[in-house]
Every structure is written in structure tokens, then in C-alpha cells.
């Protein structure tokens, strides 16, 4: 089946480190995203990508580093710069990065801070 | 400045009855409005959606009505069943492109059925 798979679900973080979350989807799609939810927070975009090779940043992009070197790929780098970076992280994606289609979104990684 | 905003966290309704969750925009720009539903450690799904020129949508139990001079929208679940338990997200959509810069979210409101 078609879908976008985010893993790992869980992942811990020691302060000062880097971790890479991981996106990837077989719906063909040229446009993915990256979203953080915190508790009681709507989803807000990180960074997205319309094409491969090619990334913009979103509303909150500061800490975070994103790569589109496949189009089925688009990992994310919470960086030691991310002052606060435990929440639960969604990556979308849909076929085009305009109109009125909907994100399909993955399940979502959630990252916590040790 | 938040432009699409779910002023209910939560909002509980009796098995059977009708849930009604409602949404409110700032931006008259807005052309295209989606609901999405969330279960706990799963993504988003979309639901239903509406275009800025239509003021209703219905797709089986879901109806969406739309009222532009307001600027609010609500989903109308009916009959509600103990699955619908689950967090409702309002999205919207501008047309400059329609991309990922004109998709804004609300917060969401938790949908509690009791049995």
C-alpha cells in the first residue's frame, strides 16, 4: 500500500546532540513537509519541499536542517541549536505543492529530551 | 496572529447526538478549507473539505457549512459514534500558488462521544 512512513515512533536525545528523523513515502509525490505539534498547538510547518533538490523554510525553520536529495526522502536534523525540541513531529506530503489537495500525512515521530 | 482559530480544546457529545465543531478565520483570502481528524500518536487524515464558493459539503455523516460573511466554518458529525473520538483539526488553503505557505491549521478540539 501507499503510504509515507516516519520512523522511528519514539526517539531520545541527549542535550547538545543531533538526531535525524526520517520521511519517506511511495505515493510519488513532489511535495513533503515537515510539521511540529506541541500540546494544544495546531501543526506548525518547519521546513517543505516542492521538487527534489530543492527546500524552503517554514514558519519556525530555526534549529532544524532538512535534505531532498531523493523524492521519496526528506529527513529531518533537530539540531543542538533547537531550544526546545521535544514534541511530536509530522511529515505530509501531496502529489503537488499547490491547489486545493490534501497533505497525506505520516504517524509521526514524537522526540523527547533525556 | 493566529488566522484560523478552534476556540473549543474540547468538546464532549452523547453517542447518537450530533457533534458540531466550529471554526473561525481572519483572512478573506482563504479559498479552500479542510477538516482533518487525529487519533493519539497517529498523523492527521483528511476528512472532508469545501471550497471558498460552496456553502456546504456533505460526505456521509460529515457535513461541512461554510459562511463567508462570518468567516466560520463547521463540521456537523451525525450521528456520532464512539469513533469519532478524536482531535479535529481546521485547515485553509490560499490560492497565491496554493502552496505550502497558504496552509494554515488551528488548534484543534478534542472530541470526546460518551457512550
Known amino acids: 500500500d501507499g503510504g509515507i512512513t516516519q520512523s522511528p515512533k519514539y526517539l531520545f536525545r541527549k542535550e547538545g546532540q543531533n538526531v535525524t528523523l526520517s520521511c519517506e513515502q511511495n505515493?510519488?509525490?513532489?511535495?513533503m513537509y515537515w510539521y511540529r505539534q506541541d500540546p494544544g498547538q495546531g501543526l506548525r510547518l518547519i521546513y517543505y519541499s516542492q521538487i527534489v533538490n530543492d527546500f524552503q523554510k517554514g514558519d519556525i525553520a530555526e534549529g532544524y536542517s532538512v535534505s531532498r536529495e531523493k523524492k521519496e526522502s526528506f529527513p529531518l536534523t533537530v539540531t543542538s541549536a533547537q531550544k526546545n525540541p521535544t514534541a511530536f513531529y509530522l511529515c505530509?506530503?501531496?502529489?503537488?505543492?499547490?491547489?486545493?489537495?490534501?497533505?497525506?500525512f505520516g504517524d509521526g515521530t514524537r522526540l523527547s529530551i533525556l | 496572529d493566529q488566522q484560523v482559530k478552534q476556540n473549543s480544546p474540547s468538546l464532549s457529545v452523547q453517542e447518537g447526538r450530533i457533534s458540531i465543531l466550529n471554526c473561525d478565520y481572519t483572512n478573506s483570502m482563504f479559498d479552500y478549507f479542510l477538516w482533518y481528524k487525529k487519533y493519539p500518536a497517529e498523523g492527521p487524515t483528511f476528512l472532508i473539505s469545501?471550497?471558498?464558493?460552496?456553502d456546504k459539503n456533505e460526505d456521509g455523516r460529515f457535513t461541512v457549512f461554510l459562511n463567508k460573511s462570518a468567516k466560520h466554518l463547521s463540521l456537523h458529525i451525525v450521528p456520532s459514534q464512539p469513533g469519532d473520538s478524536a482531535v479535529y483539526f481546521c485547515?485553509?488553503?490560499?490560492?497565491?500558488?496554493?502552496?505550502?505557505?497558504?496552509?494554515?491549521f488551528g488548534k484543534g478540539t478534542h472530541l470526546i462521544i460518551q457512550p
Open positions: 505515493l510519488n509525490h513532489d511535495a
Open positions: 485547515a485553509a488553503i490560499r490560492y497565491s500558488g496554493g502552496g505550502a505557505d497558504g496552509l494554515t
Open positions: 469545501i471550497s471558498s464558493i460552496k
Open positions: 505530509a506530503s501531496r502529489k503537488e505543492d499547490k491547489g486545493n489537495q490534501p497533505q497525506h
